[in-house]
Each structure stands twice: as C-alpha cells, then as structure tokens.
C-alpha cells in the first residue's frame, strides 16, 4: 500500500506502542455507556494499527487490558469480553493481513475460557510472519511480566544479562519500543512495558482515545522525528549539531 508523505525522509519509530486511556470518560462526556466508550476505542485502535503500518512502523503494542483492570465492574469487563468475542478475530485478520504476525501478552489464564480460544486461534493465524508484529497487553502488568521472567530463569538455573533476560519476556525478539504514546491527559506510564520502556520517547496527548485520530498520531511520529536520541552519549559522539 502507498505511503504517506510523512516517511519521506523522515526518522520513523521501528516499534509504537499505545497507552489507550480515555474510552470511559469519552464515551461519559457524551452521556453514554463506558462501553459504548471501549467499542470506539477498538474501532479507533484499529484504525491506528493500520493507519501506523502503511507509515511505515514495523511494530505496535496496545494496552488494552491491564491485570489491574480486572477489578472494574463486572459489567464492564463484560462488555470488553464480549467486544473480543464479536470482533477481535475480524479485525485482527484484517491488520494481519499485511503480514503481521499477532502476539497476546499477558497472564491470560485470566480471561473466560472462550475468549482464551479466540486469542489463541487468532495468534495461531499469524505464526508464519516475520518482521513485522501487533502485541495486544490483555491481563497485562510489566511487573508482573519482569516477575514472571525472572523465576522463568530461576527454574532453568540461569545467569542472566540484559540480553537474555529481555529474551524471556512477551516481547521477546522484538525491538523494544522507540514512541510510548499516552492519550486521556494521564502523564505516566501505569505498569506498561517498564523494562521495555528504558530508553522511549514519551508522548502524551490531551485528546481521549477513540478522538486520537490518524493526524495525531503523525504528529507524535514528526515529533519523534526531531527528538535527539542519546542512549547517554554527548552531542559530539553523536555528531549532532543542535
């Protein structure tokens, strides 16, 4: 598919990752059901996924479902179930299209038993693709996920580097993200990708989620563009001339 003009040139993130905050107060202001809020926000999701790929991104992770979230109510949590059960298959297949493999992270153990088999199925559909790679966080905490690859090491008697430890996490064989972006007006980071994360750029965005549209999401790719990546080198090393 062509691209935008954005990547002509341009210094584009291999790995984007979305805190997608704001679908219950977006969908609140409007006097409207929290769900009604979270289907806007998978459609939105969607349309950013896609919208990323024909950027030129290689990789996107979304935080869809923090373990943390699981003690909403229980009428929320069913209706983000049933969204997966209605719609994740389709629109998955629809991204993946482009030759993306699809990768669920998280303690899923945690979710109903149908909704495991959706995502399982879903992931299994995609194994064949290289190269480029959809993370969706479900049941997701980054503690929980350095925990969990810790005692992974522990079991196999292992000393760890960085190199190897991060091979033990979900997003194990991937680069780890360039752009973090936040919506919802919230400015941190809420348990996500914290090992990962050691090196981003942090974009926060006033707008919520489902209104976070293709421009914006080209704006925080421009302005990665002029951020200045050290990785605790001097400007000299670097030849850089700011």
């Known amino acids: 598919m062509p691209r935008h003009k954005i990547t002509e040139g341009a210094k584009l993130p291999k790995h984007v990752a979305l805190i997608m905050d704001g679908n219950g107060r977006w969908a609140k202001k409007r006097l409207m059901p929290r769900s009604f809020g979270h289907k806007k ?8 996924m896609e919208h990323a790929f024909d950027l030129g991104v290689d990789y996107i992770t979304v935080y869809a479902l923090s373990t943390e979230n699981l003690k909403r109510p229980k009428e929320e949590l069913g209706g983000l179930f049933d969204l997966i059960r209605n719609h994740f ?5 629809r ?5 993306v493999r699809l ?22 559909k995609t194994e064949k693709y290289v ?14 996920e350095i925990v969990r690859a810790a005692n992974i090491a522990v079991e196999r008697g292992e000393k760890l580097t960085e190199e190897s430890f991060s091979a033990l996490l979900y997003t194990g064989g ?17 348990n996500f990708l914290l090992w990962q994360a050691a090196y981003a750029e942090l ?4 707008k919520m989620f489902p ?11 421009e302005w990665y563009g002029e951020r200045v990546r050290r990785f605790g080198k001097t400007d000299e090393q670097l030849g850089e001339r700011l």
Do not use: H, W
């Open 174 to 190: 991937q680069p780890d993200p360039d752009l973090i972006i936040r919506t919802g007006k919230e400015v941190r980071l809420s």
């Open 131 to 144: 190269g480029k790679g959809i993370n969706v966080a479900l049941c997701y905490g980054s503690r929980a």
């Open 89 to 93: 298959a389709e629109y998955m297949e």
């Open 41 to 48: 926000g998978m459609e939105r999701m969607i349309g950013l």
């Open 203 to 206: 974009y926060f965005s006033d």
């Open 211 to 221: 209104e976070f549209s293709d421009r914006d999401l080209e704006k925080a790719i």
């Open 103 to 124: 990768r669920v992270i998280g303690d899923t153990s945690l979710l109903p038993d149908d909704v495991q088999e959706i995502l399982t199925t879903s992931q299994a």
């Open 95 to 99: 991204v993946c299209a482009r030759g």
